[in-house]
């Protein structure tokens, strides 16, 4: 069973067209649920590291919250640049010391 | 403060040759873990190192190992080469080993694309 399911796998926006991306998991016991930000041919960029449920953080255009069960990351009129695909990973007590990557969305805005 | 930097950035091998990929860590930084990333399965771990011992490995064939050094730097070798090993190889690091409580965030380098023909 994935412990990590992202959702849509890929989403075009028009430029200032806001939405939400979506990153649901199984784990239990979860110690991290992380954000990162990977353009193509590059390492994963660093966005945002929710702890507990409730909380939430932003970043520029970006917000990211947390429940118990998903996590949203929200992206407030998106620019062109901001295309990139978006990765969720989480930590938690029953991932045997491993962080879990969801498959990502592949984000497009469009002029 | 310097980022990930793994070398070399691009390596074009043939089957049944090896190869060594090099990933310097965050200074400061004590643990290391690598990935390997393909179009159709994602991030995938193949081990993570903290203070010179491995603490965890993914579920790859013995062909991947790696080691890290009293600097924490952190090479990953390839053996028997076969063409499903064509990937983009990440490493991260990050304070403390996973399982910490709170959990460190990982910074990932750039990666080493590999090539097998």
């Known amino acids: 069973e994935d412990q990590v399911t992202q959702s849509p796998e890929a989403l075009r926006l028009q430029e200032g067209e806001s939405s939400s991306l979506n990153c649901s998991y199984t784990?239990?016991?979860?110690?991290?649920l992380f954000w990162y930000r990977q353009d193509p041919g590059k390492g994963p960029e660093f966005l945002f590291t929710?702890?507990?449920a409730g909380e939430e953080k932003e970043k520029e255009r970006l917000k990211a919250t947390l429940t118990k069960k998903e996590s949203f990351l929200h992206i407030t009129a998106p620019k062109p640049e901001d295309s990139a695909t978006y990765l969720c990973a989480v930590q938690a007590r029953n991932t045997g010391n491993q962080f879990y990557f969801g498959t990502g969305t592949s984000l497009t805005v469009i002029p | 403060k310097a980022g990930v930097t793994q070398t070399p950035r691009y390596l074009i091998k043939t089957r049944g040759q090896q190869v060594t990929l090099s990933c310097s860590p965050i200074?400061?930084?004590?643990?290391v873990s690598w990935y390997q990333q393909t179009p159709g399965q994602g991030l995938q771990f193949l081990f993570e190192y903290f203070s010179e011992t491995q603490r965890n490995k993914g579920n790859f064939p013995g062909r991947f190992s790696g080691r890290q050094f009293s600097n924490s730097r952190s090479e990953m070798n390839v053996s028997t080469l076969e063409l499903g090993d064509s990937a983009l190889y990440l490493c991260a690091s990050s304070l403390a080993a996973t399982g910490a409580i709170p959990q460190e965030t990982q910074y990932f380098g750039p990666g080493t694309r590999l090539l097998v023909l």
């Open positions: 784990v239990s016991g979860l110690r991290g």
């Open positions: 200074s400061g930084h004590r643990s």
């Open positions: 929710l702890y507990s």
